[in-house]
């Protein structure tokens, strides 16, 4: 059995905690690997050699980081169909879903190397007779990333690229379900030239993150994964003085107006909710179909949902792959069931599937269920499975009433051919990112991504000009170089300048 461990200060470290993880394939349902579980001496050991590098890095020149940065680029690209056999071979999603998890992510390096241009300054001259003002922003030290099994490629990537690039070190710690993409990473990087320390991965479960919590050298933590926890590590993160970024789950909305080209829209939204298995925090998991809309909508969603072919992700034929663990489908297959017995209607039932030579995968069929009200549990659960659930509106307000009474606010999208009714919609919800007749609205790099309510907890969205913000703080410099006079007095030299000292609060003159 393949052992996968940490990578601590430039080199697989097997680490000192006893405790060990088990990595499944969900296509086939059998183990393929084994992960330590750091305990708190290994992440002392990962924060030690960060904070260490972080002496030498922090105090690199800008063309030195970029140059790294670049070259990082460089060998991600050319090894994303490796990094996506990893993906998909832990996670389960079929590699051409995997491969663009990859590109995303390559996406934010690519932002990171635009650094110097990012961390540019501003300056005032004269803002006062002889005084001018300017700023400039430095790295916090070592930052933290905790990260969920859903995308264990990109979602890193929207973190390390740009801490490094800002001068920080970094400590990973991935998702324990898929942990072996993270490990492919860290040679990339340290192929790339990036300096032993800089950037370390410690595998474990909540005993690893609560010692990054609690670690007095960690500056600062970027989580994401579910609400609960990302509830969790901010208040631990905060209240020990760190600064915390923290996004949680979703149940992203997508309205769909009489006036919407159906079939545009049931392609779209059958694509963004069994894409990946609904293993999105991006997935559309609730339609709401508003007048005339539902009963065409729902017919279209439902021939569509059959037709997807699921199997495993490694098949190039397969549309959708299994869903991540045993447990995961045995929770999502309850909550489907919840559904009916709540008084829903099944109309596609994707539990009981069996994938033809992976009958022991873990694997559950497209499910579109009907007349869902907001009271029940597939409504009010992240359910993260394939599972569309389809609520319907008698107008606009309504639909908008809908989206903004839940309490996550990641993403939303609406369809429809009114201009009109989309402005109202981007104005009036109470959601961080938005689509009009775009399902899944994940925005380019250079933009920042996040949600509102229970979706972030912090103040600043990831990667992005938020997220150079995040992991850098600013200092303001006020400087006066006055006039020196020198003259000679009994064959000494003396220096003088204008004083104009007072002891009034400084105005500008
Ligand atoms: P998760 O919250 O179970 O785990 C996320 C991370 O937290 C993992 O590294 C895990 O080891 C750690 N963790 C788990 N339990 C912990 C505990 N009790 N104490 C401390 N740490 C703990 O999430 P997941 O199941 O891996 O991922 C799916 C969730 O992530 C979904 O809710 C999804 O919506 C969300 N997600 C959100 C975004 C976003 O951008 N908002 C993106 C991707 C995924």
Redesign the pocket.
Known sequence: MRTITHWIGGKPTPGTSTRIGQVWNPATGEQQAEVVLGGAEDVRAAVHAAASAFETWSQSSLSQRTKVLFAFRELVNARTQDLAELVSDEHGKVISDARGEVQRGLEVIEFACGIPTLLKGDYSDQVSTGVDVFSFRQPLGVCAG??????PAM?PM?MHPVAIACGNTFVL?????DPSASMLVAELWAAAGLPDGVFNVVH???E???AL?DDAGVAAVS????????R??HERGTANGKRVQA????KNHAVVLPDAPIDFASDHLVAAAFGSAG????AISAAVAVGDAADELVAAVSEKARAVKVGPGRDSDSEMGPV?TAA?RDRIVGLIGSGAAQGATLAVDGRGLSVSGYENGFFVGPTVIDDVRPNMDVYRE?I?GPVLSVVRADSVDAAIALVNANPYG?GTAIFTSSGEAARRFQRDVNVGMIGINVPIPVPMAYYS???WKD??FGDKH?HGPEGVSFYTRAKVVTSRWPHVTSRSEGGASIDTAASGASYHFPTAT
Do not use: H, Q
């Open positions: 905790i990260t969920p099994f859903n995308f979602v929207w710690k991935p998702s324990e379900r474990g479960d909540k690893a993150v609560d919590l989580f994401v994964g579910s609400t609960p926890i990302a969790y590590i996004l949680g789950g979703a293993e999105r925090c991006m991540v995961a992240e993260f990641n991504f996040g949600g979706s972030l990831i």
